[in-house]
């Protein structure tokens, strides 16, 4: 053991459990390497932990699906699972098993008498998430994109021809083409005879919407196949030519003629939104990014929205569109949850949608098949079990003191928040053939397990007041030489009065205290209903969703029937589907200090109103079924529990969680803020590196793929290792630009 580099990891969420498994990935880096990680509470995972009740159920933090561009967690995952034994008659045997694809991701749409939902299935490809190590540049990144939207929209548009023709009606006028056969040089060879051949049609035939749009994307793959080279005259007749798909989209649409609330006419809505927005993005992509050949992140200081209202998108329309909330409502950007105050970097913005739509490998978006803490987390915890790694529960970290030159972490204080009966604190247990976390501490294992277990002590509340069985101080050089501050940014941001663990640090002042005081953080709300009724009983009946945009603030809701198969049900009949639900939620009580104990019961039942009215008032578009003679929320359609509760009484059985404390908080990426993000090595102490969905990454935006590339990054900055994160730079990147 002598001479290994001590590293004390503070923080077991998915950015210290990365940065923990890449340090100790390899023989020769555990050779290298002494890791021990300390944790609030119980268990690991963070905002990913999940833990099962006593009625055997999985509780989540919200809502986790992963999206096919996730490279480095699916990778991550595969490899943990290439190398793990599972119990016998685990249902994960694979990766496989982990996560399956979703493809039906209807997009909520408000209209005059509601909301109702427009029907979007995704393609595939063969791609496999976290396979290939392909990685896209922007440009090749939009294209793909851009293809995807051509999609949609030219299948609406083959809908509309095909009813237009068993109508007999007369044929579309020609449309005026601003083409010029001298902007097609740039194409390649094979594409250049092909674009020459829907042009050379278009001298006597005008282009047809199925030939402008494949013209048109020829177009912009010539362009940017070398952005730097890119002509700025053929980009404004580019332009040109997306406004007359425009035009085209809408000289359909009126012919379509459907009647107001329709199916049709809601499609054609939406789809007429998203070309609207999709031109305005690639005017402002092609004159902000393309010709002056500058990096997503270059656009950061204005907000999305307002960036494309800049380059010519309808304002109303970016108001008001699903197409824009869905940016925002997927990633959480709202300052204090309240979807009246937007903010969302358009550099990001515009990156992470580039990265969603346009480098997906298999299925854009994946279901994860059990919790998140028996899926990933505990599997996880077992490889750095393996690994050597050290594993200190019911660890609060009070206090980084510095030097007295400042220069780096002399010392962590911190409390020992409870103390085990005998030997090391044993989290996980088995159920349903899975090795499962807790909702809450096996009292059994602690000191006065059963007076804390009385008391409701919840040791991952901000708010808990429980005396400390003790203190404990890390030494430099005696328990690390190497810090990771991988705990959530929102334990050390200044919220109120209080003294935060970070205190010494933010008043040397620079760019920590810049970056700690303008990352904001935002609290959100989750929910799980456990059905006596299947999906279709509830009036669902065109598939199983994952949905967004739909009606606030439980404004994304999934069906996730399928953890019921690792459920038990005893005592009680099986429910016959499950779903989930999340949202912002608009508060402020993270800002509460911990001496304000009441918060929890107070965040809790202002959700449990909010969320009896929403069921009542607006959950109709989901469940329309699920209704009583006056039109209100049927509460007997969830599951009861306990044999005897009817009314909101079976409501009380089911899960609503506040997600307010600091640590549970999402991290906004508001307009302006994208230049105080660090590094993980960029700290400005010698010894502490940061790890966190706060710091800069591929991403910029709170995601479970950016927690895990900030961790790799923080393993890069101790060891070298790893040598490459795939997409890590990618908002750094010009559109020319290849990854290292």
């Not at 750095?384 to 030159?405: C, H, I, N, W, Y």
């Amino acid at each position: 053991m002598t001479g290994k580099k001590k590293i004390a990891i503070l923080g077991g969420g998915m950015a210290g459990l990365s940065a923990a498994y890449e340090l100790t990935r390899t023989p020769e880096l555990r050779a290298q390497h002494e890791v021990t990680l300390y944790q609030l509470g119980w268990r690991l995972g963070g905002k990913a932990a999940s833990g099962r009740d006593a009625w055997g159920r999985n509780l989540e933090h919200g809502l986790h699906v992963w999206f096919g561009c996730y490279a480095n967690v699916f990778g991550m995952v595969q490899e943990i699972y290439a190398n793990r034994t599972p119990p016998p008659h685990c249902p994960l045997q694979h990766w496989t098993d982990v996560a399956k694809p979703q493809l039906y991701t209807p997009i909520g749409v408000k209209t005059d008498t509601g909301y109702t939902y427009f029907p979007l299935t995704w393609p595939t490809n063969g791609g496999t998430p976290g396979q290939g190590g392909v990685d896209m540049t922007p440009a090749e990144a939009w294209t793909t994109m851009w293809n995807l939207f051509l999609l949609v929209v030219k299948g609406l548009i083959g809908r509309l021809d095909a009813a237009a023709q068993a109508a007999a009606q007369p044929a579309p006028q020609p449309l005026p083409s601003s083409f010029a056969a001298s902007a097609l040089v740039q194409l390649a060879d094979g594409e250049l005879a092909r674009a020459k051949a829907l042009f050379d049609r278009s001298q006597a035939v005008q282009l047809g919407f199925h030939e402008l749009a494949d013209a048109g994307a020829l177009w912009m793959k010539s362009l940017l196949a070398e952005p730097s080279a890119a002509d700025p005259q053929h980009v404004v007749q580019l332009l040109d030519t997306h406004r007359l798909l425009q035009s085209a989209f809408r000289a359909a649409a009126a012919r379509a003629n459907a009647a107001p609330g329709t199916p049709l006419a809601i499609e054609l809505q939406v789809v007429g939104e998203l070309i609207d927005i999709a031109i305005a993005a690639a005017a402002g992509y092609f004159a902000d990014l393309v010709l002056p050949d500058r990096p997503f992140e270059s656009l950061d200081d204005i907000d999305f929205r307002a960036w494309l209202v800049k380059h010519g998108a309808d304002p109303d329309i970016v108001a008001n569109s699903t197409v824009t909330r869905i940016v925002y409502d997927t990633l959480f950007q709202y300052a204090d949850g309240d979807v009246s105050r937007p903010s969302y970097a358009a550099g990001t913005a515009l990156g992470v949608c580039a990265r969603l739509l346009g480098t997906f490998k298999g299925a854009m978006m994946w279901d994860i098949q059990t919790g998140m803490g028996e899926a990933v987390v505990a599997p996880l915890y077992q490889a750095l079990l393996d690994a050597g790694v050290k594993v200190q529960f019911f660890r609060k970290v009070t206090r980084l003191e510095l030097s007295p030159d400042g220069q780096q972490i002399a010392a962590v204080h911190m409390d020992r928040q409870a103390d085990v009966v005998q030997g090391d604190y044993q989290p996980t247990f088995m159920m349903e053939n899975l090795v499962c976390w807790p909702s809450e501490p096996d009292w059994d294992q602690l000191v006065d397990g059963a007076k804390m277990k009385a008391a409701g002590v919840n040791f991952e509340s901000h708010w808990c007041d429980w005396p400390a069985a003790g203190q404990e101080v890390l030494k430099q050089g005696s328990e690390f030489d190497t810090v990771v501050l991988a705990i959530s940014m929102g334990a050390y941001k200044p919220l109120n009065g209080e003294p935060t663990m970070c205190d010494e640090l933010l008043q040397q002042g620079g760019r920590f205290a810049d970056f700690v005081q303008n990352i904001g953080i935002v609290a959100t709300q989750a929910l799980q209903l456990w059905s006596n009724q299947t999906l279709e009983e509830l009036g669902w009946t065109s598939g199983k969703p994952a949905t967004v945009s739909g009606p606030e603030y439980m404004n994304i809701w999934a069906d996730m029937s399928q953890v019921l198969a690792v459920e038990p049900a005893v005592g009680f009949p099986k429910p016959k589907s499950l779903h989930y639900l999340c949202g912002t939620y608009a508060t402020t009580l993270y800002r509460q200090p911990s001496s304000e104990t009441g918060v929890p019961v107070q965040a809790w039942n202002e959700l449990r109103a909010q969320t009896i009215t929403w069921l009542n008032d607006a959950s109709a578009c989901i469940w329309p079924a699920a209704r009583t003679a006056e039109g209100k929320f049927r509460f007997d359609v969830l599951t009861d529990f306990s044999g005897s509760a009817s009314g909101e009484a079976r409501f009380d059985q089911q899960f609503l969680r506040a997600n307010i404390d600091p640590t549970e908080c999402c991290v906004l990426s508001a307009a302006g803020t994208t230049q105080y993000r660090l590094h993980p090595a960029e700290s400005g102490f010698a010894n502490l590196i940061l790890a966190g969905e706060a710091t800069r990454h591929g991403f910029n935006t709170t995601a479970i793929e950016g927690a895990v590339m900030s961790g790799m990054a923080a393993s890069r900055a101790i060891c070298g290792q790893p040598a490459r994160i795939v997409g890590y730079d990618f908002l750094q990147r010009k559109p020319s630009q290849r990854a290292e």
